[in-house]
């Protein structure tokens, strides 16, 4: 068991982990210097638990996660590795897999990873051909053939609206059927959204250490958070007012960010958070300042909910409010009001139901007559017909692993920019897409399945895991001919 994992089995809030962002270019770069003399003190400091090392933040190109990981492990540190599905196909990934298993870096931290920013020569392409559950089953996969991980995962429980928030759970909740022991939340500034989701943990057949992100501000980085520059991180006028305020002091409010990540650090230890991931220090004496502090906060960390609660002017709330305004309850939130469902969304469920239902007539009917197709090697007019009606209506990449029942009959790949099959990314604000211009298929998910009361229990199933050998070929025969990741999931069941 990594030191790590055994940190977070006592779930006592003493888990620390620090944040690295590698810099662009190679390990000795000039550009890394100071990283690499602060990686080497917080190694030596004994209530850092572990370092992190992020995979390409943001989007942004930087030297990669197992080249730093491998480093700080060289130091005598422990290393928790981000892993992204943005740059990475599943064969690079399981190949980076077995790399970090082989240098001994087995705490691994499984994301989608935010859109890319920048690249050689242009934008780079965005890979994401598994999501961070699948990279969860991946890395749950490996340690059955040499060690095992402490596999990480990230929750943002700080969506303002309904079908942003109640998404996030569901998805962690599969993510933690496919393999995750911890979860991290997303940074934020409402106490009352990390009660939640310490309300939600106990309820769950299966409860996991949490841990709460707290990042070190500055007027610029409230600047970016307020203004929308980091997907999924929200951070209020109010908050941003305060923090400009504190800025034009003579040390550019370096004390009272401290000092405001100091008491954060305190109410997640008293919540009862697993631990605390600190970033945004500059050097390891910020650290040692904000744990000092903390531990001086801590035994009244009740009194400080109210100077580090910031939340959005209306946010929706999974629980009702508990004894103090900052957290919550233990009584569920009433219903509110549903959407109107599309007509087109109605019609696509009844083709669904009658034509498509396992077991169903019309599916007995589809089986035959795309046997017969096969058969007599007259596939290609069926797949011409199929693409005919679904790329004007669901503008269809032809994927050949059809997820549009799995999304209320929405395309992953042509309608969310990170082929998202197993719930929504971290980054929607609003319902709308990290990616401008569009809403988040997840959110429109919802909104759709809710009046059928199945929007609770949308992701109460296996992983999804597209097949690329099927890309290319007629969807419908291959859901009809038992190829798909409906037949495979229903396979490995009965196995
Ligand atoms: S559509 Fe939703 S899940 Fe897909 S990338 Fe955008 S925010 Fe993420």
Redesign the pocket.
Known sequence: MSAFAASLARNDGSTTLVELVPWAGPLEHEAGRRHRETAQELVDDERVTALTVTDNAGGFVRLGPLTLGQAIHNMGGECVVHLACRDRSRAALQSTVYGLASEGLTNALALSGDYPKEGFGGRSRAVFDIDSVGLISMLRDAGAHGPSFTIGCAINPFKAIESDLVPQYLKLALKVRAGADMAITQVGYDTRSWSELLQWNATQPQPIPLMASVYILSKGVARVFNSDGVPGIRLSDALKSWVDEQAASDDKGRTAFLEFAAKQVAVVRGLGFAGTYVAGQRNAAEIDQVLDMADDFQPDWRSLLADIHWPEPTPYRLYEEGPVPQLASDRPSAPTKMKRVPMSYRFNRLVHDVAFEPGSRGFKVGARVYGALESARLLWPAHVLEQAVKIPMFDCQDCGDCSLPDIAYQCPEGA???N?RNG??G??IDGE???PG?P???AVAYDRLRPYGEATTMLERAPVIGDNALRGTSAWANTFLGRDHYARNKQGEAS
């Open positions: 969310c920019a990170k998202q929504p990314c980054g929607s897409c990290e990616v569009r988040c298929v997840w």
